[in-house]
């Protein structure tokens, strides 16, 4: 298991940056081999860097299953993710809206999410 999958997501109150390339790479080592990191635009942000993963099911209801593990998870732990459920497959995409990049708390959420769904 990751270690930052035993840690806690922190909500961000806004006021700080985001994460900058290295540190981006350094936790997305720590993460299972499905996640990547993609800059998509973003009309408040301009570009944004999005931590993204597409879990397969055998489908639409395992798609469904998963996405509902994972909104439990979000819930419980205060960062919500945008997903995208079609058939067989759950696409998940974390980052933080409120500073238009990725926090430490994206990569927590992500690692919690593979343990949710696998």
Do not use: N
Not at 15 to 38: E, F, H, K, M, T
Not at 70 to 83: F, G, S
Not at 87 to 95: A, M, N, S
């Amino acid at each position: 298991m990751s270690d930052l999958a035993q840690q806690t997501c922190v909500p961000c109150r806004g006021g700080v940056p985001p994460l900058d390339d290295a540190a981006i790479a350094s936790l997305l080592a720590q993460l299972g081999p499905g996640w990547r990191v993609v800059e998509r635009p973003d009309a408040k942000h301009g570009t944004v860097k999005v931590l993204t993963c597409t879990y397969k099911s055998d489908d639409f209801a395992g798609a469904m299953r998963a996405a509902t593990r994972i909104a439990a998870l979000a819930e419980e732990q205060q960062h919500h993710p945008d997903l995208h459920v079609s058939w067989g497959r759950l696409v998940v995409d974390i980052w933080t809206h409120k500073i238009g990049g990725l926090t430490e708390s994206d990569f927590i959420f992500a690692a919690k999410s593979d343990l949710a769904v696998r």
